[in-house]
């Protein structure tokens, strides 16, 4: 009996161990879930931590990408040198001998208090005399010097509109058959061409608006403050509609003819786009709706015309459509409606005309490469540091050879630049390797440069290619800081016009121009130019057009003009129009 009991406990040992050890199986993969749950978790609270901080340091600490360039120097100072030694750019791009202002660029040295009568500006002298002074001069007690200390100071004389009377003469004109005084006719001289021929306002008085609200992001309705304040009332509304027919008659001339021209010589274009937000239309229930969202593109043609054109919706078919027969070098960042426009033209187009058939290369940006890297350093990644460090390294020796022709530069970029870069990419491979599988700022970062190797280092093929695309952005941040006061657009007419408004004064500001003279210049001239001839109207050539002109008829707000020969035509010029 003893042996039966004994074994029966054995059983019942067995199974009850056997039994604990399921349960333990079962709270150890039960444990394993939750830890698995709690790094996920964690794991998602790092990133959005990250995301939170991204965006506190947007916000309230600096918008620029700014970095101790100093502590990067220091930090990574042997792997630089090595790439110096590998590179032969040792001395070359580290240190400066002028100051920065902590970002890399240089500050310019102070030059004191600026000399005020060199500038060109209408002068006022105001004598000061000593009352205690004067009265011992009266009294023979001193004498008053004939010279005087003089300093000076830039005041403001509150300016405002002129009224411009045309005077149209009259003239008897007899019959020619009766010659009695009953039968003779009275006749007015006509009114010379103009572009807004039953505006209240003149050419100028347009140009300063387009010129306030397109150039300097001054609103209509401040603008119609303003104009009350001058005792000139003019309406918003007036001036909305003089700058939608401003923007479509130079769209579909001058800015027509300027596309063409881009499109057709163009070397490289950059491109960049930015939202708008557009009015929404009325319904006939007066319903309140919220604003559509457009976008402006902008594209900078070489060192030639910048342009703004607005799209309903930013696509591949709308990209496309922009770019349709330009063939060469397009700089855009990796966004994928771009895609579009590297792809190889197709072996068996159809007959309609409406396949492209130009090729285009592409050109990346290194500032968004970097930009990526500025980002996953909140992490306090070592790896993103560095990976700012070797940037800096390159930007530095752009910086240095800004001023070198473009044949020069290329020889350089190849001989320096380029052993730089390979070793960045090789490197990058390596740690986006090790980062690949982990969901965060640095692999978005790495990953980024990995992908897109062949068009960042593009630029090493031409000296007149950029590395970066932030020619364009620095025009898109006209409309970015203009839409803060003016809000929206009132339609997708009104956004083109706009647009083309954009285009006139960003092309000017290129060529050195003051908008404001060069749009009223052009509205002036515009409706006696032949159609043939508008490119001679575009901010690259109205430097050497303008000196062609009769400036005493120019600087008539209207009447008739001389339209002078092409350059390369008879001398003999036209007739007036």
Known sequence: MAGADSSTEAIEDAARIAALEVALAELRRERDELQRERDELRAAYDRLWLEVELMRRRIFVAK???????????EFKDKLAELDRLAGTIGIAA??????????????????????????????????????????????????LGACEESSKVVWQRGGPR?????????????????????????????PPQMFPRAIAGVSLIAHIAVDKYCDGLPLHRQQDRFARLGVPIDRGTMCRWMEHAGATCGATVVEAMRKDAMANAFCISTDATGVLVQPLRDTQKRRQPCRRGHYFVQIAD???????????????????????????????????YDILFRPPPEDPPDDGSADRAERIEVGCAAHARRRLWEATIAKSAVAREGLARFNRIFALERKWKDVPPVEKKALRQAHA????????????????NVKDQRGLLRTALGYCVRHKTALMRYLDDGRLEPTNNGSERQLRRIAVGRNAWLFVGSDDHAQSAGHLFTLVASARLHKLDPELYLRDLFRVLPHWPRDRYLDLAPKFWASTRARLDPVELAAELGPLTVPSTIDSATEEQPAS
Not at 317 to 329: D, L, T
Not at 418 to 433: D, G, N, Q, T, V
């Open 163 to 191: 009224r411009l009377v045309l005077a149209r003469v009259k003239y008897r004109q007899p019959d020619a058959e009766d010659q009695s005084p009953e039968t003779t006719m009275i006749v007015t001289a006509k009114m």
């Open 64 to 74: 620029a990408e700014r970095v101790d360039t100093a502590q990067l120097e220091l």
């Open 303 to 337: 060192r030639d015309h910048v342009f703004f054109e607005y799209t309903p919706k930013e696509t591949s078919a709308a990209v496309g459509e922009m770019f349709k027969g330009f063939s060469g070098y397009v700089q855009a960042d990796a966004k994928s409606v």
């Open 95 to 144: 240190g400066t001998d002028e100051p920065t202002d902590g970002d890399g660029r240089s500050r310019p040295k102070p030059k004191g208090r600026r000399n005020l009568r060199k500038i060109k500006m209408p002068e006022e002298r105001v004598e000061m005399p000593d009352p205690q002074m004067e009265a011992l001069v009266a009294a023979g007690k001193a004498e008053r």
């Open 418 to 433: 380029r052993p730089h870069l390979e070793a960045f990419f090789s490197w990058a491979e390596i740690e986006f390797a």
